[in-house]
């Protein structure tokens, strides 16, 4: 499995250098930026495959970054962050982030989630070569060889996660399916704040995908188990 290039976004110089140490000692590509400016130019001329954000840069916010990478590409974002309040936390994941780790971390820690969305990566990408088919579900419809998903014919534009979760989802369409099995195919694990991210990128989905959030037709909580893609008419739909 080749190694992805990642942008590495941090101020605070010492914490900037463990990370890229850790990065070369496991033969990872990289590149560095110390403020929001100079990310958001490293990650539109030079494509990384994966960001490493620090939140608090000192000319814009890490969140505002984020936002900014948000509308032109679907790159992975893995926050890493001093602040951990939950608030904090569901801000940066309802941009966009993909992942949140906070400070201070462990270097194993740290390589374990790059390896999650590596897998992910190359997940995606093969899905994309192998896959031919395209599900259809009421006015939903996902062409799992393009990678993108429409609503009535107009594209949705969904996150790496938001679509992963979406094509689990309808890949499974009318099974419930688990907290813990949607969490280990998203992230490759199940943690405590797997579940509340999960929560928080299932909300955001259901914002871009149900025609009225007070009546949904597509996902159904199974409050305390999980989630469920249910089958939908066209006929019947409002």
């Known amino acids: ?17 463990l990370i890229t140490t850790t990065l070369k000692t496991n033969d990872y590509r990289y590149l560095v930026a110390a403020d929001g400016e100079s990310a958001i130019l ?3 001329s ?10 608090g840069l000192p000319d814009m916010d890490g969140v505002d970054v984020i936002r900014n990478i948000r509308s032109w590409s679907n790159l992975p974002i893995i926050v890493i962050s001093a602040r951990s309040e939950d608030e904090d936390k569901i801000e940066a994941l309802d941009a966009g982030a993909d992942d949140y780790l906070t400070k201070p971390f462990s270097v194993e820690e740290l390589l374990a989630r790059l390896r999650v969305t590596q897998r992910r990566l190359s997940y995606m990408a093969s899905e994309m070569l192998t896959a031919g088919s395209v599900f259809h579900n009421g006015k939903l419809s996902v062409d799992y060889a393009s990678g993108c998903a429409y609503l009535d014919g107009k594209e949705l534009h969904l996150t790496p996660i938001e679509y992963k979760l979406l094509c689990l989802l309808c ?18 694990r199940s943690w405590e704040n797997d579940v509340a991210s999960l929560r928080v990128f299932m909300a955001t989905l259901r914002k871009k995908l149900e025609p009225s959030p007070d009546s949904p037709q597509y996902i ?18 409002k």
């Not at 030079?46 to 939140?55: A, C, F, Q, R, Y």
């Not at 890949?171 to 490759?188: D, F, M, R, S």
Request: glycine share 6%; no cysteine.
């Open 42 to 44: 490293e990650a539109s």
């Open 1 to 17: 499995m080749n190694k992805p290039l990642i942008l590495v976004v941090e101020d605070d110089a010492p914490v900037r250098n």
């Open 46 to 55: 030079h494509n990384p495959e994966i960001v490493l954000l620090d939140l």
């Open 171 to 188: 890949k499974n369409v009318g099974k419930v399916l688990t907290h813990t099995y949607i969490t280990q195919n998203i992230w490759g």
């Open 220 to 237: 159904q909580t199974h409050i305390g188990v999980g989630y469920r893609m249910m089958k939908v008419d066209p006929e019947q739909e």
